[in-house]
């Protein structure tokens, strides 16, 4: 059984590279970088690659990461104990949907013991290529969350007396909220990175907190809240992060596992956004 972890992709073209990238999409973007191979040493002798990229249909794609060290191997030979390079490359299994900016991530300890540390090096990956360098487009990778829980615990709690949600900047298939969209174009005009938006009352209205909370899972973002369960009960902080995204598979041998699983995630991010497609 294979255990994937899904994350938002996104992709933030620079107005500099409007001369490189002509009318190229951000969905352009993303698949030409992907699929030019990019190998990046991210650390000292660990040189990271892409490969083994399969078409999944027009908008997604299958594809293999991992790194390549490079150690030295005692071995015997013809009577002689000699010192050789030995080359290990574990890899794992990544299926992205570049419309969507959807990323499926297989963990697996030997590339990287989390499977967030295994995306944060994709995405350096992706920055420090040739080709987004060339494009100067920039890349970066954020943890979906699952936000049933932590909308229902918002839906049944007595009174929500704080609450505080993270944004980038706008993207395509982004924010739900329109309380979110306003933020991130202030983001983006001021050049920035990352926000953050805090509210605080007596009793704040569960149903907007809950359309910003699943906007928030839907961005790989994050959101929190301090929440009451009964009215005289105490005060308790819950956050979305909390809860990852996992989807398995049993096995990803074959065309027909990569395209079962890739509907299968599209099918998870479109219950996460609250649509029904």
Not at 197 to 205: F, V
Request: glycine share 6%; proline share 4%.
């Amino acid at each position: 059984m294979i255990e994937f972890q899904l994350f938002r992709l996104k992709v933030f073209p620079t107005t500099q590279g409007d001369l490189f990238r002509g009318e190229m999409t951000r969905t352009e973007v993303l698949s030409r970088v992907v699929r030019s191979l990019p190998e990046v040493e991210l650390r000292a002798g660990s040189i990271w690659h892409i490969g083994n990229v399969t078409e999944l249909d027009t908008d997604a794609m299958y594809f293999r990461l991992g790194r390549a060290t490079v150690s030295t191997a005692e071995r015997y030979r013809n009577g002689n104990f000699v010192d050789e390079p030995d080359e290990v490359a574990p890899y794992t299994h990544v299926v992205l949907d570049v419309q969507f900016e959807l990323c499926a991530i297989a963990k697996k300890p030997r590339v990287s013991p989390t499977v967030q540390g295994i995306a944060n090096a994709f995405a350096r990956l992706l920055n420090e290529s040739p080709e987004g360098s060339r494009l100067q487009a920039r890349f970066e990778i954020g943890a979906m969350s699952d936000p049933e829980e932590f909308i229902e615990l918002l839906a049944t709690a007595h009174s929500v007396s704080k609450f505080w949600v993270t944004f980038s900047k706008p993207n395509p298939f982004d924010a739900n909220a329109d309380f979110v969209q306003p933020m991130q174009k202030l983001l983006r005009e001021a050049d920035g990175d990352q926000g953050k938006t805090e509210m605080k009352g007596l009793t704040l209205k569960s149903e907007v907190m809950q359309e910003v909370a699943r906007s928030a899972a839907a961005t790989g973002d994050d959101a929190g809240a301090t929440v009451q369960l009964q009215h005289e009960g105490q005060k308790i902080r819950k956050s979305l992060r909390s809860h990852s995204v996992i989807v398995t598979q049993d096995q990803m041998d074959e065309l027909d596992d990569k395209r079962t699983f890739l509907q299968r995630i599209r099918d998870v991010y479109n219950r996460i956004r609250g649509r029904n497609e």
